[in-house]
C-alpha cells in the first residue's frame, strides 16, 4: 500500500511558475511514478512520467516547460511548472504504478488554478 499527498497547488498568473510535490508513504524507488491532470470537463490526462532510475516521458504540451523529477531517498516526486498558461488549470494527480502488476496508487489531487 502506497499512500501519496500532494502539494504546492494555488493560483498563478500566466507565464508564472509552481512547483508541486508529491510525498509516499512507503519507498517508491521501485514504482514508475507519474503526474496526471484533470480539467473540468475533461479526462484525466498524463502530464509525465519518471521511472526508478530516471528515464522521463512526457507529453508534447508541456515539455520544454514541466521538469518532472524524483528523490527516491525522500520517497518524494515533483513537477516543475513553468511558463503557465489557462490550459495548464487542472487538478493535478500523483501516481505510482506497480512495474510488474501495473497496479495503480493516487494521490488526492492538487488544484493549479492560472488565471490573471
Known amino acids: 500500500q502506497v499512500q501519496l499527498v500532494e502539494s504546492g497547488g494555488g493560483l498563478v498568473q500566466p507565464g508564472g511558475s509552481l512547483r508541486l510535490s508529491c510525498a509516499a508513504s512507503?519507498?517508491?524507488?521501485?514504482?514508475?511514478m507519474g503526474w496526471y491532470r484533470q480539467a473540468p470537463g475533461k479526462q484525466r490526462e498524463l502530464v509525465a512520467t519518471?521511472?526508478?532510475?530516471?528515464?522521463?516521458d512526457a507529453v508534447d504540451s508541456v515539455k520544454g516547460r514541466f521538469t518532472i523529477s524524483r528523490d527516491n531517498a525522500e520517497d518524494t516526486v515533483y513537477l516543475q511548472m513553468n511558463m503557465l498558461n489557462s490550459e495548464d488549470t487542472a487538478v493535478y494527480y500523483c501516481?505510482?504504478?506497480?512495474?510488474?502488476?501495473?497496479?495503480?496508487?493516487w494521490g488526492q489531487g492538487t488544484q493549479v488554478t492560472v488565471s490573471s
Open positions: 501516481n505510482a504504478r506497480h512495474p510488474v502488476s501495473q497496479h495503480d496508487y
Open positions: 512507503s519507498r517508491i524507488l521501485i514504482y514508475i
Open positions: 519518471i521511472t526508478g532510475d530516471g528515464s522521463i
